[in-house]
């Protein structure tokens, strides 16, 4: 079965600084509609048993990667953000704004780097000389 890291262990391998010894797995369990099939150590979310962990899974679809996407990690911490929000310790809402700072900051970055290749590629273009 298809499993995409997502969660602590998945920005740890981004780049995070975050400590986590937990696994969180996005999966799409065919056998169970329960969201939330959980473990001793691995935690997975189950695309099967929730419309938005669904949506998210057609998202990665044409991820053949091990890790999901920074953009699904994304809309999953949103998410996680919103639903927890209203019961969760100031302490931990201060962990979630921190990752979700720390994906924003990783997307502008990788929209910079995208946006200086296309200029390069531009200039490239426009310093050649016709060839008649």
Do not use: C
Not at 3 to 20: E, F, K, V
């Amino acid at each position: 079965m298809k499993m995409l890291l997502i969660g602590g262990q998945a920005l740890r391998q981004l780049g995070s600084s975050r400590h986590t010894n937990d696994f969180d797995y996005l999966v799409n369990d065919k056998s169970t509609t329960q969201a939330f099939i959980t473990s001793q150590e691995v935690d997975y979310i189950n695309a099967n048993g929730n419309k938005f962990f669904s949506e998210i899974w057609k998202l990665e679809s044409d991820n053949n990667s091990e890790i999901a996407t920074p953009a699904a990690l994304l809309e999953l911490k949103h998410i996680l953000w919103f639903s927890i929000a209203r019961i969760l310790t100031s302490k931990k809402l201060m962990r979630l704004n921190l990752t979700l700072n720390f994906f924003v900051a990783h997307l502008i970055y990788r929209f910079q780097q995208s946006l200086k290749n296309m200029l390069a590629q531009e200039n490239t273009m426009k310093s050649q000389k016709p060839v008649i």
